[in-house]
């Protein structure tokens, strides 16, 4: 069964800093654009942060030059490094990705296929 699992998640105080991980499992074969997005209590989901199949970064406004993400090839992972937390950092954070996946379906010329999968979230909280 493919799946995205993130982890990484905690309690920080205002000013710190955490790295999260995303890690594809499964009959992988690789991750293309992925992404981290983060949901607070009462709001929307938000794109906190995007990485190209080539691996090209882009950052929400609020979050550039705080927040680093990275696609790991040779492990089947993206981090999300996070520093300077703010209090309204505080969400349920999503791991997004096409992965590219091996199914015993043979169509299109082909054994392998892209599909997007979404993480089951983890919780940061950034509070004194």
């Known amino acids: 069964q493919v799946q995205l699992v993130e982890s990484g998640g905690g309690l920080v105080q205002p000013g710190g800093s955490l790295r999260l991980s995303c890690a594809a499992s499964?009959?992988?074969?690789?991750?293309?654009?992925a992404g981290w997005y983060r949901q607070a209590p009462g709001k929307q989901r938000e794109l906190v942060a995007a990485v190209t199949s080539g691996g090209s970064p882009n950052y929400a406004g609020s979050v550039k030059d705080r927040f680093t993400i990275s696609k790991h090839n040779t492990k089947n992972t993206v981090s999300l490094e996070m520093n300077n937390l703010r209090p309204e950092d505080t969400a349920v954070y999503y791991c997004n990705a096409d992965l590219v996946v091996y199914s015993a379906t043979y169509y299109n010329g082909s054994y392998f296929h892209e599909y997007n999968y979404w993480g089951q979230g983890t919780q940061v909280t950034v509070s004194s």
């Open positions: 499964g009959t992988v074969f690789s991750i293309n654009a």
